[in-house]
């Protein structure tokens, strides 16, 4: 097809498109065209439908905006507060009771507890409170196309969420989520839900953002693809020799590339019982201006990284999860006393 013929096409798909479009310049952008070509190449597209979600794609400059601020990362004593709070723990012990059987099953299925899903959920949307307002493929156009230093990865997401809108049978333009293109109660990226999302109700649909049993089912089973081992601890106190080695080991730690042995030798002490041939990694926390302390993250630890790549993330995660545990035993305890 001829770059003229293209653009007659195009121009065909504006007038066909609804009165009401964001931005015609858009479909007309030699990249845009570029990127459909592409796609329509695969056999998994036909430009009219590509063309026609383009023309009614809106860019949003605010978007770049937020991603171009200048980001300062938080320390754990200001970060930790926003996560792990009374108010995520009376909320997650909710969200368990009132999905005690899909949670269990989940344990059951994917051997992932009931409070770290809990948790995950509570974190990334407030149990649903919060799951976006950004039109998905606004979002990953925006980036995709008008942010260049993350465009590959985004363009990819925006494939991803297409495809994904035809085998969900759903409108593209009808999918909302976070600014960066993340969907549903927890919070998937197009490509997570299409390689993980689980219908863990059994209506025929991936729901993740109406059926917490779907929710449920999905994040247990991203955690046991990704490597989480039933019953294990996720982080252990360590205390360390500061030096040159425990430098490094900081800055190396999203990979579990050395065991607990390994690492005693290089200054690291466990102050709870741990094997020498399980792997860590070292984490810093400055629980307070200037004072730090060290907890060494485990193979469930490591997973947690997975969903999201923080350590922050992944130690609040951690003791969200132990205190919804600690509520729910609690609360349930105390409503067996008042029975008897």
Sequence with gaps: MTRLSRILGALLALLAAPAVFADAALLLRADVQRYIDEQVATGRFARPELEAVFANVESKPAIIRALDRPSTSRPWHQFRPGFVNDRLVAAGVEFWRANAAQLARAETSYGVPPEMVAAIIGIETRYGQNMGSFRVVDALATIGFDYPRRAAFFRNELTEFLLLAKEERRDPMGFVGSYAGAMGLPQFMPSSFRKWAV?????????IWGSATDAIGSVANYFSVHGWIKGD???????VTPGPQIDALVADKFNLHYTVGEL?????VPQAPVRDEVRAVLVPLET???????????NNFYTITRYNKSTLYAKAAQELAERIREAKYAGDAGVARAGQ
């Design 288 to 298: 307070a201006p200037g004072v730090t302390e060290y907890w060494l993250g485990l």
């Design 233 to 239: 601890d996720v982080v252990v106190p360590a205390q």
């Design 199 to 207: 219908d863990f109700d059994g209506d025929g649909r991936r729901d």
């Design 264 to 268: 005693k030798k290089m200054g690291v």
